[in-house]
């Protein structure tokens, strides 16, 4: 959106390690974005590439042990988040940074009402009172969509279907106004029609309140609807960024495009199979030395096992800003 | 939830009566007979009088019908009588134990304080001490603190309370002196100095079993700690900013509660009857005193009307275990 406005959020080289009975699995390594006022960053990849982590990492998220952020800069207002005390941080989640998570069955308190739950953050980061949290609370329910507001606010979360329950995290999330929105698959564990109902409240919420969003999803379907942006991440790094058209447009990474393959077409004859992308993604238990996806990529030489490749730029803009790559392998010199 | 209770105390009407007849039956074929604490020099006519005199020759049935009519509408009539002066239950014959020929409720009245002073304060201290162990423990687990306290809740748990007591006595009444070996019944507290004495002598068989129901009770609030400390809703808390506190004593205790709950209160009725070795133990003359003693005397009623109370009380707290529960968690609905 804003172009050239400086970040709300700032990722620098951010490493996380898990210490696990069978040695260290490195769950992040050296992952770098940042995030535009407004903007909707979406970040793609498969189940265990470090999406989830990367995000729960940069607020203190993840239970130490096992989880150790050993290296990084997480910037939110000039202030580096992994250098300032957990009750500094605690200030932070909530009010600065909101976070919806991917099951909304479990993701709510089972034995508080839904008020309750809302009015929390309230109470405790804006210091209001518990009649003025009372009043925000309905506000925010109203404004996710939930009807009734008022007379909801008593009820408990087993009153509330799955999409309800979602609308009430996006609620508790946004209860404080935050500069980010962290949604970490909000709608996975939901049906279609769900979905796209609470996508397209998300996408209303944007343009009311003006937040910047990180997305998180394995659906690229998802992405391409409402990202303006998107990152795909394979073995805890960041294999390919671009804007949301560019990529779709202009896949690099053997990753980027099978996955892109791997979306059935909803027009025209069914040409062949869908693709899928053969073998598990990897546990890696060191810092990478070599390219994550090469026993899975068609194009692998010899220089994937040799040598991790860095980020680079494809289109002469600065990496991070226009559209780069994690790759050795050259898709135009292939076709030359 | 007052339909419900409505409905669960009607129930339990049947379910009592069913209780009572059985109850009645095993104590009527257990051996032994009133008689066998009279002396042989006593002939055998005389004895036969005695026994009618009891109505311990009476057929089974109609001692249990007596007995059915005795518990609930006599018994309650006199407590009637003794609360607002009137005299209903006037000629009518209560139950009355086969020992010392006095009623029977009469002396379990009697039997009752020294059985809640000391049992009842060693559950709630159990109780108080297990809760704050159970919490940090699973907060911290496998810490030193959770190490040592699995441990001493291990020993507590296994090593029966009879062992216990006598070391107990062993240590601090044989060879320290801290404390008498035996509980004075008869002891008033009328000033510090007799209130002194009462905490002396109720030291040790309260140490006894709370350490047995602090180990039971910490461990349950462990593990139900330990199984909600990893739910999602936990992270959510988390991630609103809540400090550590509010995560874990607001949203985790609640939920761990729970069970918890009902544990306690399904423990309470053990306080009458659990107790009884270490009512034993450290002479307690409380009510486990009284049953042992009714049992060995083959005193029927007596052994008859407390087993039953016990059964009402387990029942009752039943009951009250099923409503807090409804109470703790929202997502029952007893209607």
Request: proline residues 6%; aromatic residues 8%; glycine residues 8%.
């Amino acid at each position: 959106m804003a172009d050239g406005a400086a970040p709300v959020l700032d990722v620098r080289g951010l490493k996380t390690v898990f210490r696990t009975r069978g040695g260290e699995v490195h769950a992040v390594n050296s992952v770098s974005f940042h995030l535009d006022p407004g903007e909707l960053l979406g970040v793609v990849g498969e189940s265990g590439s470090g999406k989830s982590v990367t995000m729960m990492s940069l607020i203190g998220l993840l239970p130490s042990p096992p989880a150790d952020v050993r290296e990084g800069q997480v910037f939110l207002d000039g202030r580096d988040l992994l250098k300032i005390s957990a009750d500094e941080l605690r200030d932070v989640r909530g009010a600065k940074i909101g976070f919806v998570f991917q099951d909304p069955m479990t993701s709510l308190n089972p034995v508080f009402t839904v008020g309750n739950q809302i009015m929390e953050p309230l109470v405790r980061h804006m210091g209001l009172t518990k009649k003025q949290a009372r009043t925000r609370a309905a506000e925010l329910l109203a404004l996710v969509g939930i009807p009734d507001a008022e007379k909801r606010l008593d009820a408990y979360p087993h009153q509330f279907s799955g999409g309800m329950r979602q609308r009430v995290m996006i609620a508790i999330a946004l209860a404080c106004d935050p500069d980010v929105l962290i949604a970490d698959e909000p709608t996975t564990a939901l049906d279609v029609t769900i979905q796209a109902q609470i996508l397209e409240l998300v996408k209303g919420l944007r343009q009311k309140l003006g937040m910047a969003i990180v997305w998180i999803t394995h659906d690229l379907g998802v992405i391409a609807g409402i990202a303006d942006r998107v990152m795909v991440m394979y073995g805890g790094q960041v294999v390919e960024q671009a804007p949301v058209k560019e990529l779709f447009a202009n896949p690099r990474h053997p990753y980027t495009r099978a996955l892109l393959k791997t979306i059935p077409s909803l027009t025209g004859e069914r040409e062949s199979r869908l693709q899928v992308i053969e073998g598990q993604p990897p546990i890696l238990s060191g810092a990478p030395t070599a390219c994550p996806f090469r026993a899975r990529c068609a194009h692998a030489f010899d220089r994937c096992s040799a040598e991790n490749p860095l980020r680079r730029a494809v289109d002469g803009k600065p990496v991070g800003r226009g559209h780069d790559v994690a790759c050795h392998w050259d898709p135009e010199a292939a076709h030359a | 939830m007052l339909t419900f209770t409505i409905r669960r105390l009607l129930l339990a009407i049947p379910t009592l009566l069913f209780i009572s007849l059985i109850i009645f039956l095993l104590v009527d074929f257990a051996p032994g007979s009133p008689m066998s604490q009279i002396p042989l020099t006593v002939p055998p006519e005389v004895r036969l009088k005695i026994i009618e005199a009891m109505g311990a020759n009476e057929p089974v049935y109609v001692r249990y019908l007596l007995w059915l009519k005795q518990f609930f509408v006599v018994e309650p009539l006199v407590l009637w009588d003794h609360w607002w002066g009137t005299n209903f239950s006037e000629g009518m014959q209560r139950i009355v134990s086969w020992q010392s020929r006095s009623p029977v409720m009469d002396i379990i009245v009697q039997r009752m304080p020294q059985t809640l002073t000391v049992i009842g304060t060693s559950y709630l201290l159990g109780v108080l001490i297990a809760l704050p162990i159970g919490i940090y423990s699973a907060y911290r687990q496998y810490s030193w603190f959770d190490q040592i306290g699995t441990f001493i809740a291990m020993i507590g748990f296994s090593v029966p309370t009879f062992f216990t007591g006598l070391v107990l006595i062993l240590v601090f009444a044989v060879n320290l002196h801290w404390f008498p070996s035996i509980y004075d019944t008869s002891l008033r507290v009328t000033d510090w100095e007799s209130f002194l004495k009462q905490v002396r002598q109720m030291a040790m068989p309260v140490m006894v079993l709370a350490l047995y129901n602090a180990a039971q009770i910490s461990r349950y609030m462990r593990s139900s700690m330990l199984e909600n400390l990893g739910q999602d809703y936990v992270r959510t808390a988390r991630a609103k900013g809540m400090s550590e506190r509010v995560v874990v004593l607001k949203h985790v205790l609640r939920n761990s509660m729970i069970p918890v709950v009902t544990v306690i209160a399904l423990g309470i009725p053990s306080i009458f009857g659990g107790a009884i070795i270490t009512e034993q133990v450290f002479r307690v003359n409380g009510l486990g005193a009284l049953l042992i003693g009714a049992i060995q005397g083959s005193d029927l009623p007596t052994v008859q009307t407390l087993t039953f109370i016990f059964a009402v009380l387990i029942v009752l707290f039943n009951l009250i275990a099923d409503i807090l529960y409804g109470i703790l968690d929202p997502r029952i609905r007893y209607d």
